[in-house]
């Protein structure tokens, strides 16, 4: 059973413009959600976090989104630059410093 | 400060050899995760260390198994290893907190 699904295995989206990134997962146990970014031959890097109890968190370019009664959280870049070109995870846990369960990934290509 | 380091990067097994990949963590952390990378998938958690004593576990068979050092270093060992074992091993380190760092990885490769 997938827990959390990235449906979309890919994304292109114009430089400059906003990439959007979406997760959806079913156990409503989970109340820490996370976003990493991983390069070819790289480990995944984190990029932000989201608590249970917040419905937004910002961090430069980067916005995480959670709907806890969707059961969807997401990713926002804007502007959205060559460089954000990777594949993202999102990795949703259940309290501090529990496993991770992740998504399959989306790559997404931002064209110059 | 220095960050997750995985040994080696890549390597090449049999077929029902046994394999120990490292792991040190980043300065100050104590809680060591390990995960498995299959080709076009995500991370899929093996187990995780805390203050040297194992802290959860994932659907892994027993002939994944594991140790963390005083140092917070860590090992998996594989025994056995199936074609199916070959995938990028991810190691984890954090500070009893969500935000877990990861290493580089290393690229097993069983044939």
């Known amino acids: 059973d997938q827990q959390v699904k990235q449906n979309s295995p890919s994304l292109s989206v114009q430089e400059g413009r906003i990439s959007i990134l979406n997760c959806d997962y079913t156990n409503s146990m989970f109340d820490y959600f996370l976003w990493y970014k991983k390069y070819p031959a790289e480990g995944p890097t984190f990029l932000i976090s989201?608590?249970?109890?917040?419905d937004k968190n910002e961090d430069g370019r980067f916005t995480v989104f959670l709907n806890k009664s969707a059961k969807h959280l997401s990713l926002h870049i804007v502007p959205s630059q060559p460089g954000d070109s990777a594949v993202y995870f999102c990795a949703l846990g259940t309290g501090a410093n529990s496993k991770l369960t992740f998504g399959k990934g989306i790559t997404l290509s931002v064209r110059p | 400060e220095t960050g997750v380091t995985q040994s080696p990067t890549h390597l090449i097994k049999t077929r029902g050899q046994q394999v120990t990949l490292r792991c040190s963590s980043q300065?100050?952390?104590?809680?060591v995760s390990w995960y498995q990378q299959a080709l076009g998938q995500g991370p899929q958690f093996i187990f995780q260390y805390y203050r040297e004593e194992e802290n959860g576990r994932g659907n892994f068979p027993p002939r994944f198994s594991g140790l963390q050092f005083p140092n917070y270093s860590s090992e998996l060992n594989v025994n056995a290893l199936e074609l199916d074992d070959s995938a990028l091993y991810l190691c984890a380190s954090s500070l009893r907190a969500a935000e877990a760092f990861f290493g580089q990885g290393t690229r097993l490769t069983v044939v």
């Open positions: 300065s100050g952390h104590n809680t």
């Open positions: 989201i608590s249970s109890i917040k």
